[in-house]
């Protein structure tokens, strides 16, 4: 059976953080997902981590050489199966439930692109950066009713074939906003979601 998400990681160097997103999804209730890591080429012990957890969740790991953000996400995308990719940074933290409220969301929703609500892992540690977070998302739903929507970047949701359609990333700075762009001249709004 195909999984229902294609979960796609970019990597370098982040062997400090990457035991956190993919434990996240080793403890998911529902396993409806495929992992892939496109690392590239990271000079610490970030591979070697990835490898431990094939044991726990179903990861494929992918090398891209030279690094560049937006082309590992593309190759991770490529190389998907799932009905929806969802890509994730390796820094990030989801709860047991993400993916099956994420498909119960998808399914009721029926849309080509989501974007979650995003909130700082620890509230203490950052107080000024804690704040910002409701200011960010707000700012994100209130950009979808205008000709210029936005995108924090992390954890957008896309209907793979609209992805592909669409050509995915674009090799520059901000590729996640630009793609939100992309989408919207192609008439797909972005669901914008605190669930």
Known sequence: ?????????PTLNEELFVKKILGDLAKQKVKNFETIVVDGNSKDKTRQIILTYQRKI????????????????????????????????????????????????????????FQPYLFPLEKDEYPEVSTVYPLVNKLIEFSQNFNKPFSAGPAMFWERKVFLTIGGFDNIFGEDHQIIRKAHTWVCVQNFSPA
């Open 58 to 113: 179903p990861i494929t790991l992918l090398r891209r050489n030279p690094p560049n953000l937006p082309l590992q996400k593309n190759l991770g995308a490529k190389q998907a199966k799932g009905s929806y990719l969802l890509f994730l940074d390796a820094d990030m933290s989801v709860s047991p439930s993400f993916t099956k409220a994420a498909e119960r969301l998808i399914r009721n929703k029926k849309g080509l692109v």
């Open 1 to 9: 059976m195909l999984p229902f998400f294609s979960i796609i990681i």
